[in-house]
Each structure stands twice: as C-alpha cells, then as structure tokens.
C-alpha cells in the first residue's frame, strides 16, 4: 500500500518489532503549516495515544480548521491530521513518527507551535525532542485522571488525603490553575513543603516525573 496508496506515507519494518505506519495526505500538512504556527492565535497541534486497534495501537493528531466555523457555535471543527499505527510505545519508536512529521515541517519555526499531549512520559520526552522550541501542553483531564488513578494505588493514605493530594493539584486553586510560570514555581515550591513531604514514596517520584 506504501507504493500504490498516496495515504500510506511509510513503513518501518525492524528486527522483530511490530511494524509501524504512518498515514496521512498532504492536505493535513498544509492545514497544519497554515492553522498551527502562529502562536497564541494558532490551533493546537494534538496527539492522544490511546486509541486500540486490535492487538495495534493509533497515535492521533488533531487540530482546528480555522478556515471553517460551525454556525451553531461559531467555533472551528477539530479535522484529523496525520496518524500513526505501531504495536509499541516507547520513546523510540514515537521519535520515528514525530520525526518524520518534523522533517515535513522543517521549513516552519517551532517556536510558533503549540503541541497538545496526555500524560504519557515517552510521549512528551519524543515532542520535546522531535519538536525542539515548541510548547507543550498537557491535557489537564489527563493529568487529573492520571493523577487519581496513582493516589488510589498508592499505599498509606487516607481517603481525605487522597482527596487533599489531587485537589491541590487539579482543584480550582491548584497547579493546573496557574496563569504563569512564576506562579506555577510558587506554587510547587508551596506544594513541595506541604503534601509532598510525607508522601509515599510512589507518589512522590510519580509527582516528580511530570
């Protein structure tokens, strides 16, 4: 398909990994050099990693036609952009979607781009790599999901401070609620003293990692 279907873009076969695929049609490219390299103004640029396809698992990208609005709204629709089908999920092999995305792109400034991601770790270690100068954005339903589900598996704490932990976080006065970066280091110097202190060891180097 790589040779006879223009949306079959590559295959990596390698060793005995499963093989990875990337699709997508130049028409997404062009729409991502037009509606998401312009700052602030810019749609963002999004991957969530935990769509299932079988035993294979797909990487989508998303972002916003700015060219379209929908008339009940008013808003831009969310359009597809290039997806990547793999068996794995490790650094490694998300640098070879990502970096074959970046190569496409290579005439745009990253500086100018904003890069929409979950929770995941190899994925935010791959776009910091891949894409170097754009800004990351972490998908705060994510984060407080991810952040719920490692306080629950947590031994030695109490429902309330289970409660206190993630509300400090991704309450309304939380971290996830800061405007700046010299409010969010306050406030996770402020967080550091307080409920980091005598948290469980699993916890604390979860907090730590991201």
Known sequence: MAQSDSFVREVRIS??????VVVYRD?????IKAFCFDGRRGSVLSFDKTFNLGSMYVTVS????????????????????????????????????????????????????????DDQFAVRKSLAFCFRG?????????LKRNT???????????????????????????LTSCRDVASFDAAVARF?????TDAPDQLRDYFNNR
């Open 148 to 174: 719920e589900h490692c306080v629950r598996e947590s031994a030695g704490l109490s429902s309330s401070d289970r409660n206190h932990f993630v509300y400090a976080i991704c309450g309304d006065a939380g």
């Open 27 to 31: 028409r997404q490219l062009r729409d």
């Open 62 to 117: 998303t972002y916003m036609n700015q060219a379209l609005s929908r008339s009940s709204t008013g808003s831009s629709p969310h359009f597809f952009g290039p997806i990547f089908i793999r068996g794995q999920s490790d650094t490694d092999t998300y640098n070879y979607f990502f970096g074959r995305l970046a190569s496409r792109l290579q005439d745009m400034d990253f500086q100018q781009l904003r890069l929409g991601l």
């Open 15 to 20: 060793g005995d990994r499963v093989p990875c």
């Open 192 to 196: 550091r003293c307080s409920h980091l």
């Open 134 to 142: 754009a800004a990351l954005l972490a998908c705060t339903q994510h």
